[in-house]
T-cell receptor, first 119, second 109 residues
Framework: QVQLQESGPGLVKPLGTLSLICDVSGDSIYNDWWWSWVRQPPGKGLEWIGEIHHSGRTHYNPSLKSRVTISIGNSNNQFSLNVDSVTAADTAVYFCARDSSGRYSLGHWGQGTLITVSS | EIVLTQSPGTLSLSPGERATLSCRASQRVNSMYLAWYQQKVGQAPRLLIYGTSSRATGIPDRFSGSGSGTDLTLTISRLEPEDSAVYYC??????????FGQGTKLEIK
């Protein structure tokens, strides 16, 4: 059973860079899946950030594309998220996820990690 | 962008009753590209339904999905207290690739 676990700094200063790692177990990042990041501001709904395939192909949410980079980890079974020039509006719980067997939905999720942007 | 609008915003029902949750897309979406999630407080979303009407692994048959075109429905029969959660619909294929509805909060009183 695939498991995903996010890790990150918890607190990021305004205008800094938010960096998160998703550790994957029970599956290989190099299998034919798409690996996503989704965020949820406190008390609000879900926003898809983007996804990556092991081939290096990526898709991003146009509203965030200029500030976001998703990449496959250099070691281990990981993928990562960087968000540049963060503001308070980037405060959210960030989830990593894997698509389902039939694509088109997100069948496996990490537990999420809260990132607060504050000085 | 394909906008998903869910109704009602909040639904309050009793155990044993049936819940009907609606989701309307701003444009027609292939039925294969529509899904439902359940999110309990403090937890990650859990996939319930994919392809409009197929239950994900381990989801009880009390949960069923239907719809076509621009209208999607999630029905939960024989409500249990553990069904209290926020439910989101989701589409794939537009720009952005995934969008979610704003959610329906289901309270079991």
């Amino acid at each position: 059973q695939v498991q995903l676990q996010e890790s990150g700094p918890g607190l990021v200063k305004p205008l800094g860079t938010l960096s998160l790692i998703c550790d994957v177990s029970g599956d290989s990042i190099y299998n034919d899946w798409w690996w996503s990041w989704v965020r949820q501001p406190p008390g609000k709904g879900l926003e898809w950030i983007g996804e990556i395939h092991h081939s290096g192909r990526t898709h991003y949410n146009p509203s965030l594309k200029s500030r976001v980079t998703i990449s496959i980890g250099n070691s281990n079974n990981q993928f990562s998220l960087n968000v540049d020039s963060v503001t308070a509006a980037d405060t959210a719980v960030y989830f990593c996820a894997r698509d389902s067997s039939g694509r088109y939905s997100l069948g496996h999720w990490g537990q999420g990690t809260l990132i607060t942007v504050s000085s | 962008e394909i906008v998903l609008t869910q109704s009602p915003g909040t639904l309050s029902l009793s155990p044993g009753e049936r819940a009907t949750l609606s989701c309307r897309a701003s444009q027609r979406v292939n039925s294969m590209y529509l899904a439902w999630y359940q999110q309990k407080v403090g937890q990650a979303p859990r996939l319930l339904i994919y392809g409009t009407s197929s239950r994900a692994t381990g989801i009880p048959d009390r949960f069923s999905g239907s719809g076509s075109g621009t209208d999607l429905t999630l029905t939960i029969s024989r409500l249990e207290p553990e069904d209290s959660a926020v439910y989101y619909c989701q589409q794939w294929g537009g720009s952005p690739l995934y969008t979610f509805g704003q959610g329906t909060k289901l309270e079991i009183k």
